[in-house]
């Protein structure tokens, strides 16, 4: 068995051995995942019984899932809310402040016409903005759920988040259009 056992009703937070916040210690995350990965990576397990690499190999496919959930801050976002008992609805509720569906929308077709007319500065000013707003309702998300503890409300901005990681995917691939 390896060195650290992984107790799967932890919390991702806890397995790292930090407290459960939207704002987060990146380099402390990246320091402990290294850490849990050297002890639990199933190459260590190979010459145990099979059972004892099964287990080996749910650990460190646990500890990879908690690292990427609390890598993005998306996800970390959602987390943390289902942590708090609330669903953000994402597939169900997609109800949004009129203004917000509007500039999502002529978003995407400023995307559309860069493509149309292949021009990657429209693109990367397009990427900019998406980035500026993105990191905005990050630093909201960080006051509704670390500062207020309004997990209500921020699941109507991970719900937005969402919509500015589908621009993101947009712009990536519309990048990738133009280079073709």
């Known amino acids: ?30 320091q402990a995942y290294w850490s849990l990965q050297l002890d639990v990576h199933p190459d260590k397990s190979a010459h145990l019984p099979d ?35 609330v669903d953000t609805q994402e597939e169900a509720n997609t109800a949004m402040p009129m203004d917000f569906l509007i500039a999502q929308m002529e978003l ?17 000013e397009l990427e900019s903005g998406m980035q500026a707003e993105t990191n905005e309702l990050e630093r909201q998300l960080a006051a509704k759920i670390d500062g207020d503890r309004n997990f209500a409300g921020a699941a109507e901005l991970v719900r937005k988040l969402r919509f500015m990681e589908k621009l993101a995917e947009e712009i990536a691939d519309a990048y990738d ?4």
């Not at 068995?1 to 990246?30: H, R, V, W, Y």
């Not at 646990?62 to 708090?84: C, D, G, H, M, W």
């Not at 995407?108 to 990367?124: P, S």
């Open 177 to 180: 259009e133009i280079d073709n």
């Open 108 to 124: 995407r077709e400023a995307v559309v016409e860069a493509v149309q007319v292949r021009d990657v500065d429209v693109l990367t």
């Open 1 to 30: 068995m390896s060195a650290t056992s992984i107790n799967f009703q932890q919390s991702f937070f806890e397995i790292f051995g930090l407290a459960q916040s939207f704002k987060l210690d990146t380099p402390a995350l990246e």
């Open 51 to 85: 059972a004892e690499q099964r287990l080996a190999m749910q650990q460190a496919t646990f500890v990879n899932e908690a690292y990427q959930t609390l890598r993005s801050p998306l996800r970390r976002a959602r987390y943390i809310l289902k942590l708090n008992g």
